[in-house]
């Protein structure tokens, strides 16, 4: 059975019939927008430069020439959070420092991921449980990828880089942009009055401030 002319796929011809054309033909890559941006976001990860406990250490190991982080492209480790588009949270998330993982994922530019690196930023680890430790840092921020281990060894910090690499890889820019947060459910864990309650619950829109209620922030 034939098929219908207009259905029938008729390419480019694969060699031009002037110089021109055919220097076109080896020069010229045609893709879409998601893909390209896909790539260059995937292929230049620049993380934090921030570490929390021992897991730093083995992240720092992925950046020396033995494991070489480089290789995919995620080797410039910013020391401000402005210029940083991955937060590897390597360490030991404790309610005292939660506050400042907070700040520092909000000062990260869009798009941002992150990565919850050992046992202990992704559920407390050996300290699971202990007052003074949060279950993990996905109550702070969401997380995008979670590497266990205690520590994990550079080999999984790198396999859990090229699963995110794999998830950036899905994006697209058709969908509506919206801003992905984790809901703050801070109850759970500290009493009303505490202060690192307190100043956690900041940290969320509407960002209030505490000390200085609405009524007076906005009297004139
Ligand atoms: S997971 Fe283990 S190695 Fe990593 S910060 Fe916690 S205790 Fe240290």
């Given at each position: 059975?034939?098929e219908?002319?207009?259905?029938?796929y008729?390419p480019?011809?694969l060699v031009?019939?002037?110089d021109?054309?055919?220097?076109?033909?080896q020069?010229?890559?045609?893709?879409s927008?998601d893909q390209?941006?896909n790539?260059?976001?995937?292929s230049?990860l620049?993380p934090?430069?921030?570490?929390l406990a021992?897991?730093?250490?083995?992240?720092i190991a992925?950046?020396m020439?033995r494991?070489d982080?480089a290789?995919?492209?995620a080797e410039?480790?910013r020391?401000?959070?402005?210029?940083?588009?991955?937060?590897?949270v390597?360490?030991t998330?404790t309610?005292?420092?939660a506050?400042a993982?907070?700040?520092?994922?909000?000062q990260?530019?869009?798009?941002?991921?992150?990565i919850?690196?050992?046992?202990?930023?992704?559920?407390?680890?050996p300290?699971a449980y202990?007052y003074s430790?949060?279950?993990g840092?996905?109550v702070?921020l969401p997380?995008?990828v979670?590497?266990p281990?205690?520590?994990p060894?550079?080999?999984?910090?790198?396999?859990?880089?090229m699963?995110?690499?794999?998830?950036?890889k899905?994006d697209t820019?058709?969908?509506?942009w919206?801003?992905?947060?984790v809901e703050?459910q801070?109850?759970r864990?500290?009493?009303?009055?505490?202060?690192?309650?307190?100043?956690?619950e900041?940290l969320w829109p509407?960002?209030?401030?505490?000390?200085n209620?609405?009524s007076e922030?906005?009297q004139?």
């Open positions: 059975m034939s219908h002319p207009s259905k029938v008729d480019l011809p031009g019939t002037t021109v054309e055919q220097e076109l033909m020069q010229i890559l045609v893709t927008v390209i941006l790539w260059a976001r995937r230049s620049w934090a430069m921030f570490g021992c897991c730093a250490m083995e992240m992925t950046a020439p494991y982080i290789r995919f492209g410039i480790f020391a401000s959070p402005r210029q940083a588009d991955l937060l590897i390597p360490g998330v309610w005292k420092m506050p993982v907070r700040r520092v994922w909000l990260m530019p869009e798009p941002k991921w992150a919850a690196m050992g046992g202990c930023a992704t559920m407390g680890g300290f202990a430790v949060t279950p840092v996905n702070l997380v995008d979670y590497i281990g205690c520590p060894r550079p080999e999984s910090l790198l396999t859990g880089l699963m995110l690499q794999d998830k950036i899905q820019i058709a969908k509506e919206t801003r992905r947060d703050p801070f109850h864990y500290l009493p009303d009055d505490d202060p690192i309650r307190k100043e956690l900041t509407p960002y209030l401030d505490y000390d209620p609405p922030q906005f004139e």
